[in-house]
């Protein structure tokens, strides 16, 4: 089994560096991908209410046999849940599919700023966090705006911002703004939908490790000490994606990959103006 890392969060808790991301898996096949995962070592699950599997993810979870404090599992508060008491009313339905007591990270999805509701919405996941029903509480697609403003008016601090990130969209201010609030940044499209993995830098990195292009990515995702979630429904690559604790980049392949970075390289939508 692959030996994994861990990072610390602001609360003390401690989170899996990688995890298996569950975006467009089907809930009937979520059991078996999500055991296809913890088998291969793999001990974070990335699910959403958005993604309608949360019910597979938690009978996957069960049947894996492993003690459930050994698996970390997220998910997310859908868009149309914002609100102090539609946010309380969404989680006790995820935790309900999910068949779980507690969740270990739950982050609100999008901020949704046309909305304006997402003050209230932390406001609920703090509460949801001083009542044990989740155990760390994040964020997701959050801006520097919309993150200072939720420390502003509560004074609780996200454990994590997940946002849209690979080597051609690596945004570098967020993640220095994280490291001074004291934010783990996770990785979403962390591989740019597979898009990355025919470019001829990352190969060429790639070919010089014996590793293949996802793995020599997911590595660049993990030394740069971010969180990452790689996404696949298919065993073979289930695993190689988890490989990648025997080997680290070299500065010159971490310079030659951060050259990549591109201003215009956002694959998913914009935070500012989505939902
Ligand atoms: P990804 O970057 O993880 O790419 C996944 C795709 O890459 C797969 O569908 C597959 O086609 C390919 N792939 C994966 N491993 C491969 C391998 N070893 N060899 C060849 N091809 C391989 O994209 P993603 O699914 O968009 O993102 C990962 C996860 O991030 C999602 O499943 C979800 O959990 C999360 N996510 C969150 C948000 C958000 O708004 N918070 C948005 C998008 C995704």
């Not at 069960?62 to 599992?73: C, I, K």
């Not at 969740?103 to 999008?110: F, G, P, R, T, V």
């Not at 190689?240 to 010159?252: K, M, R």
């Amino acid at each position: 089994m692959a030996h994994q890392t861990a990072l610390d969060l602001n609360d003390g808790r401690s989170i899996p560096q990688l995890g298996l991301g569950v975006w467009q898996v089907d809930d009937g096949e979520a059991p078996a991908v999500v055991g296809a995962a913890l088998a291969a070592g793999y001990r974070l699950i990335d699910g959403a209410a958005a993604y309608r599997n949360e019910r597979g993810v938690g009978a996957g979870v069960r049947q894996s046999g492993l003690p459930r404090d050994e698996v970390f599992v997220t998910s997310k508060l859908a868009n149309s849940e914002h609100g102090y008491d539609e946010a309380l009313r969404a989680c006790a339905a995820s935790l309900a599919a999910f068949g779980f007591d507690a969740l270990d990270l739950y982050l609100i999805h999008w901020p949704q700023p046309g909305r304006n509701r997402y003050v209230e919405t932390w406001k609920a996941l703090v509460r949801l966090r001083e009542e044990g029903r989740v155990r760390s509480i994040g964020v997701s697609n959050f801006g520097p705006d919309h993150l200072k403003r939720i420390v502003d008016e509560t004074g609780v601090v996200p454990a994590v911002n997940q946002v849209e990130l690979h080597p051609r969209f690596q945004q570098r201010r967020l993640r220095d703004l994280h490291a001074e609030m004291g934010i783990a940044t996770q990785s979403w499209s962390p591989l740019g939908q597979g898009r990355l993995l025919d470019d001829p830098t990352i190969g060429a990195i790639a070919a010089r490790h014996g590793k293949t292009p996802a793995q020599t990515i997911i590595r660049w995702h993990i030394d740069n000490g971010l969180l990452v979630i790689p996404k696949s429904v298919t065993p073979a690559r289930i695993r190689e994606n988890v490989e990648v604790f025997d080997f680290a980049l070299s500065e010159a392949d971490l310079d030659a990959i951060a050259a990549l970075d591109d201003s215009a390289g956002r694959i998913g939508p914009d935070p500012d103006r989505f939902g």
